[in-house]
C-alpha cells in the first residue's frame, strides 16, 4: 500500500499535509513516501528470497534521497549511464551493489565503471564485450559481466516499454547467446559470471515471464554441460504496478507472492546467484505530483481543467496514454464534474485525461497526480524553457526539499551566447 491518505479532509504524504508542502514549496512539486519506499523495498525482498539481490533500477527515479533511503536497507543499483553510477556512489551504495546495463555503454562510460569496481557489467552486444576487456585489461582488471540475452519473448504494458522481443534492440540475440558466452570466457579483460534478462516493464500476467525465465534456465544447463558453469542469473524487473487505484486503495502482496513462487519453481535446483532490477514497483506509488488549478475553460461540450504541471513535468500521459488517479488535496461537497486535466504547454498532447469525472474545482484549488513517483520527475525536461519540478521527501511529520526548483539564473546559466555575438 502506499501512505498517502485523507486526514481531516486534507491528503496527506505519511503525517504531513500536502497543502502545507504546497504552500511552502510551491506547485507543481513531486512528494515521496518514505515509509512506501522502504515497505516495497521489503515486501520485493521478502518475495523473491533475502539471499536473492536487488538492484533498484536508477532510471525509474534517481532523486538522492531515494537512493539514500534504499540504500540503507541495503538495496543495490541498477544503472544505465556513468550519470545514475555517480549519483549511486554520491547516495552511498557501495560499488560491490551496483550494475550497469544499457545498449549504449560509451568508453569512457565502461572506463569509469571498471575503475570504480562496480559489481557487474550487463554486457548487450559483441562489439561492447571487446570494448570492456580492453578497457579492464589496459588496467590490469578482469570485470565481472553477465551476458544480457535476448530470449524473443517480449511482454509489457505497451509497446514502447517491451524490451524482450526479437526485434527490440536490447541485449544479445537468442541464436548469438551461445558463442558469445564461450568467447568471453577466453577474453582476458573479462569474467563471465552468468546471463541476464529484462522483457519489459508494467507486466501483471507473468506467463511471459516464466517462459523467458525458462529458456535461460535451458541455455545454463547447456552452457554448464559444456563446462561453461554460471554463478549469476539477473531476472530484470517488470512486474506492474496498478495506477487506476481508487481512493482509499490498498495494494496487496498477492502478486509479488506469486511472482516469488514462480521464480523459485523455474530456478529450483540451479546454483546461481539471482538478481533483480525492480524500479517502478518500489518507487510508483512513493510519490504524487500535486499542482494547482489556474483556471476553468468552459466549452459547450467540455470543461478544461488548466493546471500548472505541465508535460515537461510528467510526459507518461503524453507518450504512453498512460492513466493516472487524480485526487483533490482538499475534496469539496459539491457535486461531481467532468473535466479534460491539461497543462500550459502549446501541445495538444499536453492533456492529463480527458472527461474525468472529479469533485468540483475551482481556481486555486490542489489536486494530485498519483502513482507519478516512477518516470515522473526522471523524465522530466525544460520544455518551453519551464523550470525543473523540486522534488521533496516526506519521513513521518518531516519533509526535506531534495531538489530546489530550478530557478531562471541555473536554466539562462546553461546556455552559452556564440563568441561572434559578444
Not at 62 to 78: E, F, P
Request: glycine fraction near 10%; charge should be negative.
Amino acid at each position: 500500500m502506499h501512505h498517502f491518505d485523507y486526514r481531516n479532509g486534507v491528503l496527506h504524504a505519511e503525517g504531513v499535509d500536502l497543502a502545507t508542502i504546497a504552500r511552502e514549496v510551491g506547485t507543481p512539486v513531486y512528494v515521496y513516501s518514505s515509509a512506501t519506499l522502504e515497505r516495497h523495498y521489503r515486501v520485493f525482498k521478502e518475495a523473491v528470497g533475502e539471499k536473492s539481490h536487488v538492484f533498484y533500477a536508477v532510471k525509474a527515479n534517481g532523486n538522492l534521497g531515494v537512493l539514500m533511503t534504499l540504500a540503507r536497507l541495503g538495496a543495490g543499483v541498477d544503472t544505465v549511464s556513468e550519470g545514475e553510477i555517480r549519483k549511486a556512489l554520491a547516495a552511498g551504495v557501495p560499488a560491490n551493489r551496483i550494475v550497469f546495463s544499457g545498449v549504449g555503454k560509451s568508453a569512457a562510460e565502461l572506463a569509469f565503471a571498471v575503475e570504480a569496481g562496480i559489481y557487474q557489467v550487463n554486457v548487450e552486444s559483441e562489439g561492447e564485450l571487446e570494448t570492456l576487456s580492453k578497457i579492464a585489461e589496459q588496467r590490469g582488471k578482469r570485470q565481472a559481466i553477465v551476458l544480457r540475452v535476448n530470449p524473443e519473448i517480449g511482454a509489457g504494458g505497451h509497446a514502447k516499454i517491451t524490451t524482450g522481443g526479437a526485434a527490440n534492440k536490447f541485449g544479445v540475440s537468442w541464436s548469438e547467446a551461445e558463442r558469445l558466452y564461450i568467447r568471453a570466457a577466453n577474453m582476458p579483460g573479462v569474467a563471465i559470471k552468468g546471463l541476464a534478462v529484462h522483457i519489459g516493464s508494467q507486466i501483471f500476467d507473468f506467463g511471459a515471464l516464466e517462459a523467458a525465465f525458462q529458456r535461460m534456465r535451458g541455455l545454463i544447463e547447456k552452457l554448464a554441460a559444456q563446462g561453461l558453469p554460471a554463478s549469476r542469473l539477473d531476472l530484470g524487473g517488470g512486474v506492474g504496478v496498478p495506477y487506476e487505484l481508487g481512493y482509499p486503495f490498498n495494494y496487496g502482496t498477492d502478486s509479488l507472492e506469486t511472482y516469488g513462487r514462480m521464480v523459485r519453481e523455474v530456478t529450483r535446483g540451479l546454483d546461481v546467484e539471482l538478481g533483480f532490477e525492480p524500479g517502478r514497483l518500489i518507487a510508483g506509488n512513493a510519490g504524487v505530483l500535486v499542482t494547482r488549478v489556474l483556471y476553468l475553460n468552459a466549452r459547450a461540450d467540455r470543461t478544461f481543467l488548466v493546471v500548472d504541471a505541465a508535460m515537461n513535468d510528467l510526459v507518461r500521459p503524453a507518450m504512453y496514454e498512460a492513466h493516472h488517479e487524480i485526487w483533490p488535496v482538499t475534496p469539496s461537497d459539491g457535486p461531481m464534474r467532468s473535466y479534460d486535466v491539461v497543462g500550459p504547454i502549446c501541445e495538444s498532447s499536453d492533456t492529463f485525461a480527458v472527461q474525468r469525472s472529479l469533485p468540483e474545482l475551482k481556481p486555486g484549488d490542489l489536486i494530485a497526480f498519483m502513482t507519478a513517483g516512477a518516470y515522473g520527475a526522471s523524465m522530466s525536461s525544460t520544455y518551453n524553457q519551464r523550470l525543473l519540478v523540486p522534488e521533496v521527501l516526506v519521513k513521518d511529520d518531516q519533509f526535506a526539499v531534495t531538489r530546489p526548483r530550478q530557478t531562471y539564473e541555473e536554466l539562462l546559466g546553461l546556455d552559452r551566447a556564440p563568441a561572434w555575438m559578444n
